[in-house]
């Protein structure tokens, strides 16, 4: 079964400091991975995507790791900032088709 | 501006009273989609379409209907509501020929049925 699985749920940091989520997905065969930013009460945004090949990549703060061995994705948030409250959706297009599948998301709070 | 437009934003209903959320994109894309998302389960895909007068059911169709007429509309009819329907709604869309992948979504419509 396709599937996507994001942890933690939910994460709370202090400004300034960095932080990792996780993405794990199950999905074959597999197109391509995309990081998106859900603030509240607005529509996803994309931050990162990443194909079978590539292994990094990077969007200002906000690094995406991929490793298609293992099925796992990161995205990590350098020097975070208040504006990085938001929910983390990891989505990965594959499994035939032009299907995606969500992850439910890791909500993140940064407090000052 | 590129986006995708959703109409309305908030509304509350009572059960059994047919209601229409508009969706509308101005970018020329192929593929629209509508999506659930609820607490806990992350966005639900309900119907999609790859291009005019081509739909197809998604994850949670149930309940729910959708038209494709032009290409850049597509509506989502709700044609009974119920409780269980209470959720917030997206609309995304994105080009099949471009074949990126990325979602362009619009800023949600909350649904509450009574």
């Known amino acids: 079964k396709n599937q996507v699985e994001q942890s933690p749920q939910s994460l709370i940091i202090l400004e300034g400091k960095n932080c990792t989520l996780q993405?794990?997905?199950?999905?074959?065969?597999?197109?391509?991975l995309r990081w998106y930013k859900q603030d509240t009460g607005r529509g996803p945004v994309s931050l990162t995507i990443?194909?079978?090949?590539?292994n990094t990549k990077s969007n200002g703060r906000y690094t995406a790791t991929l490793d298609a061995d293992t099925k796992q994705s990161s995205l990590h948030i350098t020097a975070s900032q208040l504006s990085d409250s938001a929910s983390y959706i990891c989505?990965?297009?594959?499994?035939?088709?032009?299907?995606?599948?969500f992850g439910a998301g890791t909500r993140l709070f940064v407090k000052a | 501006e590129a986006q995708v437009t959703q109409n309305p934003r908030y509304l509350i209903t009572v059960t059994g009273k047919k209601l229409t959320v508009t969706c509308s994109q101005n970018?020329?894309?192929?593929?629209m989609s509508w999506y659930r998302q609820d607490p806990g389960l992350g966005l639900r895909q309900i119907y999609y379409?790859?291009?005019?007068?081509?739909?197809d059911k998604g994850d949670v169709p149930e309940g729910y209907k959708v038209s494709r007429k032009e290409k850049r509309n597509f509506p989502l009819i709700l044609e009974s509501p119920s409780p269980n329907q209470t959720s917030l709604y997206f609309c995304?869309?994105?080009?099949?020929?471009?074949?990126?992948?990325?979602?362009?979504f619009g800023e949600g419509s909350r649904l509450t049925v009574l």
């Open positions: 993405c794990n997905y199950t999905v074959s065969p597999f197109s391509n």
């Open positions: 989505v990965v297009s594959g499994g035939g088709g032009f299907k995606t599948i």
């Open positions: 990443m194909t079978f090949s590539e």
């Open positions: 995304a869309s994105t080009s099949v020929k471009a074949n990126t992948g990325e979602l362009f």
């Open positions: 970018m020329n894309h192929e593929y």
């Open positions: 379409s790859m291009n005019v007068e081509v739909t």
